[in-house]
Structure formats: C-alpha cells, structure tokens
Nanobody, 129 residues
Framework: VQLQASGGGLVQPGGSLRLSCAAS????????IVWFRQAPGKEREWVSC????????WYRDSVKGRFTMSGDNAKNTVYLQMNSLKLEDTGVYYC???????????????????????WGKGTLVTVSS
C-alpha cells in the first residue's frame, strides 16, 4: 500500500486548500481511507474518513460544513477540500488507511490512530495571518 499526501501550504484564516492523497496497492472494496492531523504539541486526531463498506464519509465535528472528502477512482486519488480555514486547523495532515475486513475502521465515532494499518507522509498546513 502506498499513500502520499500533498497540497499543504500557508493560508490565511478564511482561506481554502485542497489536499490530495495518492493511494494505491489495495482493494477499494475493503479498504478505508482516513485523514488525520497533528497540531504542534498535540495528539494526532482523525479529521475525516471514508468507509469501504458503504461509501459513507464522516467528519469530526470541528470540520463539519467546512471540509469535504472526495475521491477520483480513475486517478487513485482522495481529496480533502478545506474551506473557511481557522487557526486551529494548523498541523501536519496525514493520509492513512486500513482494511475493513471484519471491522469498521471508519464510522461516525471516528477512527483511532492505533487502528490504522498504513500511513503516508504528512503535508503541513499552516493557517496564519
């Protein structure tokens, strides 16, 4: 499995960024994709995920209505569109994933970092005026 996040950068509060995750080496029918982030001095937290079981997409409460996760199967790429960015969105964003064979890795309850099978390198998002 290969996961590679890109698209981070410096943006002002209220601005937008689109992150991309080049994802390959797994069956889309049984593999969930998860976006995590880690702010300086804080634990890694899940941001959004897409379940392979039913295609449902979930967001943590703090990004609902501002972030949108989507995918382009032809390009093997998953996106995270981030709008109305806030200072607290600053952090390193990671694309991650794992098998959902016999379990729900992605649900409305979020995803534990310890449950993830594969991690990609992160991309830094800095929201600053």
């Amino acid at each position: 499995v290969q996961l590679q996040a890109s698209g981070g950068g410096l943006v002002q509060p209220g601005g937008s960024l689109r992150l991309s995750c080049a994802a390959s080496g797994f069956s889309k029918d049984s593999y969930a994709i998860v976006w995590f982030r880690q702010a300086p001095g804080k634990e890694r937290e899940w941001v959004s995920c897409r379940s392979s079981k039913d295609g449902s997409i979930w967001y943590r409460d703090s990004v609902k209505g501002r972030f949108t996760m989507s995918g382009d199967n032809a390009k093997n790429t998953v996106y995270l569109q981030m709008n109305s960015l806030k200072l607290e969105d600053t952090g390193v964003y990671y694309c991650a994933g794992g098998s959902e064979a016999g379990r729900w890795l992605c649900s409305g309850y979020g995803t534990y970092a310890s449950s993830v099978d594969d991690w990609g390198k992160g991309t830094l998002v800095t929201v600053s005026s």
